[in-house]
């Protein structure tokens, strides 16, 4: 993450739909560290983008990352598949900021 920030260009952050469990210790670690570096994270990283394909479990994780998404700034939205998310990841990348019809990308919490 500090090659990313120090780069100071533009990335996207994907998750796929298999998380494995995280240690609560790293789980707070990592928290920790996004809030120190909100405003850096902010900057740069455009959006954070999980990959799920099943259509409820998108709007429960679209739903759960509402909070994610005012706690560090950086918007969040969720994909069906990993090419939406690629796609999405290089049109935010290059400054283009509309929907692009990924769940979330209209911050309204309609899910498609």
């Not at 469990?21 to 707070?28: G, L, P, R, S």
């Not at 996004?34 to 099943?54: G, S």
């Not at 994909?79 to 979330?104: F, H, P, V």
Request: proline share 4%; with cysteine.
């Amino acid at each position: 993450m500090e090659h990313l920030l120090s780069a100071a260009t533009p990335f996207v952050l994907l998750y796929c739909e298999t998380l494995p469990e995280e240690d609560h210790e790293d789980f707070k670690l990592r928290g920790i560290w996004m809030k120190v570096n909100r405003e850096r994270l902010a900057a740069h990283c455009k959006a954070v983008i999980r990959v799920e394909p099943d259509a409820k479990k998108r709007t429960k994780v679209f739903q759960h990352s509402i909070g994610t998404q005012r706690a560090f700034g950086v918007p969040t939205e969720v994909a069906s598949t990993i090419e939406e998310a690629l796609i999405r990841a290089g049109t935010l990348c290059a400054g283009n900021y509309d929907s692009g019809g990924i769940a979330g990308a209209d911050r309204t919490g309609h899910v498609s």
